[in-house]
């Protein structure tokens, strides 16, 4: 999981600074997010009020899934119903065929089914599931540590600071962070 | 939620708010009731339907916003604590209430036809209701509605302001205790004040609806209202520092959802008197669904329903001031088409939609009363509840 730089084989993932409360951490994320490195998050135990704003992220995409999806329902159920009464002319309860007031519960049904799913499937995509590959760093950061971890990204984007071991490590140690260590790539699993 | 902030919250005081002003919505109302009494003279029918709209619309927004504050108490909410003078504000009117429903009463033959006995005799419906729907029984519920409506709304705006000055925690739990009892009698009176002042329009029609119907509507209205009064509050700097973007956002978020729940109220209304088709309650919305009431109704589903919901969707709408606003406004337009859309259609028929001096005129005069109470309570009262011990966490109020 963790160790020294030093004593490492397999190749550097990420460099973690570990905080001690939010209010550390809040004003540690100011120091990291001015180094302009290109990925880097926050990991709390509970959430922290104003950390998304100072870590600079962007809105969410998922309400827009939601608003297409949304609308979509709305218009599927409408085309649905209009179709099959088109096909399969029945008198029902006396009313005229094609009769929309019959629709619209049909309509609403389906606005909120599909919006309330894709909202979901959304969530669960911009949450990068399934991901077996990354483990838990430290269980530490579900209990009562604060941290912030710099990663080395994929393939680097210009307009960013090229990932170094020992820059993030500077920038976390002049962030505040009261233990910084350095994440190691183990292979699935391990 | 808020990790032990502590510090003082700067009071902001009361509302400076010039004479001239004051004189301008005193003469407003002057002009109104002068413009009332001249349209009696001019068309009865014209002047009695205008006063029924916009007596039941400025109740409306006071009542709803009575409404709103008793839920704050309820759910012991802390995020609302800096906004819930707001809409105490808006209640000030209630007291005139007691002039319109006195003039309501005294309104009662022109207004409702079943006050005529040769108009109830022989038939069958109008008989049959005839032990509840009298002028005597009419009166004195609708009174004690309003009697009732009055004590709780003195006794938790006064509460509210008292903690101002004392800051006496106790004065919270008064009121949460005194918010379900309001809401269960509200409940029941409102729905029956409802039935009585709008449905016996049409006194052969019935809907077990209306009365959410007409409270999903003044509840729409008030939170629009508040919406109204706290950006005006903020843009003449009298919140900074005490209602930030998220209160802004949460009140948003109540507008837009309650703009939502009116679809759904009045649709439901709709579909299950449309599904069952009996001829007893059909004949209500066959002169809404015809000529020439059909373009008012596609108003509401556009522009009660369908505009607002669009236009409060996004959450950096909610988030902005001036679009809260001008939608707060609309909405309130809306609300008064709607009532326009259950009171005209009874009064004129197949005349259509009545909108000329008359009604402007009166609809000026209670606007001027409605904002004469408003800006009184305001300019002696500070307009945050200062006093109250959620105030100091909501004020740090954070969405995530």
Redesign the interface.
Known sequence: MTSHSSERTAPLKAVVGFFDNPEDIMTGMKTVRAANFEQFDAYTPFPVHGLDEVQGLKKSWIPWVTLALGMSGTSIAFVMQYWMSHEWPHIIGGKPFNSWPAFVPIMFELTILLAGISTFVALLISCGFPNIKKKIFDPSITNNKFAIAIEEPVKAKSGFKLFSESEAIQVLKTAGAKDVRAVIQEGWFS | ???GHTGTINNPGSLKVSSGFQGLLGAMALGGLGLFIAGMMADKDRAWASFVVNHFFFLGIAMGALFFISVQYISQTMWSAPIRRVSEALTAYLPFAIVTFGVLFYGLHDIYHWTHPEYVAGDLVLEGKASYLNQKFFIIRDSIALFLWLVFANKMVGNSLKQDESRDPALSARNKVMAPIFLMIFAISFTMVAFDQLMSLDAHWFSTMFGVYAFAGIFYSGLAATGIMLVFLRRRGMLTGIVNDNHLHDVGKFMFAFTVFWAYIG?SQ??LI??A?LPEETGYMIKRMTHPWLYLSVFLLVGKFLVPFFFL?R?SAKRTEAILFYTGIFMLIAQYMDLIWIVQPEFFGNKGLQLGWIELGTTVGFLGVFGFFLFRFLSKNNVVAIGDPNLANSVFH?H?
């Open positions: 939620m808020a990790h649709f709709f579909m449309w599904y088709n969707m959450r954070h995530i």
